[in-house]
């Protein structure tokens, strides 16, 4: 199994807080994923890293930042948290240029936020 | 956003039977790769399969095989001898924009003993 951990695995949190939650690699891969499930929607993308201080936007990516310092960790922060916050994250890694961009999965984080 | 269509939220086959679980998808590019991920009960996510868009021959991974259908746009998984620990959901995810992946909305799948 690929090194990803996420943590907090479980958050309980009230609206208005701010939230960190974090993946750590140990697979030197340099592209990092943030993505949320809902029912009916699937995963989306919220923010990816492809390098050290190098992130961008993805699909639904209002009310989230995120941050990079080293290649093994990435921060996903809520600034002011909302209910409809409240889902299951997930932080996945790939290392694209390789013979498939298969994407490894963290166990995910379920958040609530009441 | 890219389109990723997978038009069966839940499916149900007899335990040793076979079952295909769709997906379409809307892309302009000409290279790319295609996932199936399964999702069991624990949440962890699961690479089930992986088709190259380049290659015509369609991918097998000891019960779980593809018909990729490109010209369609269409990636679909074909589960033969279905097994109990095969329920899941299971996700479609053409890999079209270089850095970004589109997921479908999943398929559940149950499966009958």
């Known amino acids: 199994d690929a090194g990803i951990t996420q943590s907090p695995r479980h958050k309980v949190t009230e609206t208005g807080t701010p939230v960190t939650l974090r993946c750590h690699q140990t697979?030197?891969?340099?592209?990092m994923y943030w993505y949320r499930q809902d029912p009916g929607h699937g995963l989306r993308l919220i923010h990816y890293s492809y390098g050290v201080k190098d992130t961008d936007k993805g699909e639904v990516s209002d009310g989230y930042s995120v941050s990079r310092s080293k290649t093994e960790d990435f921060l996903l922060t809520l600034e002011s948290a909302t209910s409809s916050q409240t889902s299951v994250y997930f932080c996945a890694i790939s290392e694209r240029g390789a013979d498939y961009n298969e994407q490894f999965f963290g166990p995910g984080t379920r958040l609530t936020v009441l | 956003a890219q389109t990723v269509t997978q038009s069966q939220p839940e499916m149900s086959v007899q335990e040793a039977e076979t079952v295909t679980l769709s997906c379409t998808y809307d892309t302009s590019e000409s290279d790319y790769y295609l996932f199936w991920y399964k999702q069991p009960p624990s949440r962890q996510m699961i690479l089930v399969i992986r088709q190259e868009a380049y290659k015509q021959q369609n991918a097998t991974e000891n019960r779980f095989s593809v018909n990729f259908q490109k010209a369609a746009k269409s990636f679909s998984l074909k589960i033969s001898d279905s097994q109990l620990g095969d329920a899941a959901m299971y996700f479609c995810?053409?890999?079209?924009?270089?850095?970004?992946?589109?997921f479908g909305t999943g398929t559940s799948l149950t499966v009958i003993p």
């Open positions: 995810a053409p890999d079209q924009t270089g850095n970004q992946f589109y």
């Open positions: 697979e030197n891969h340099r592209y």
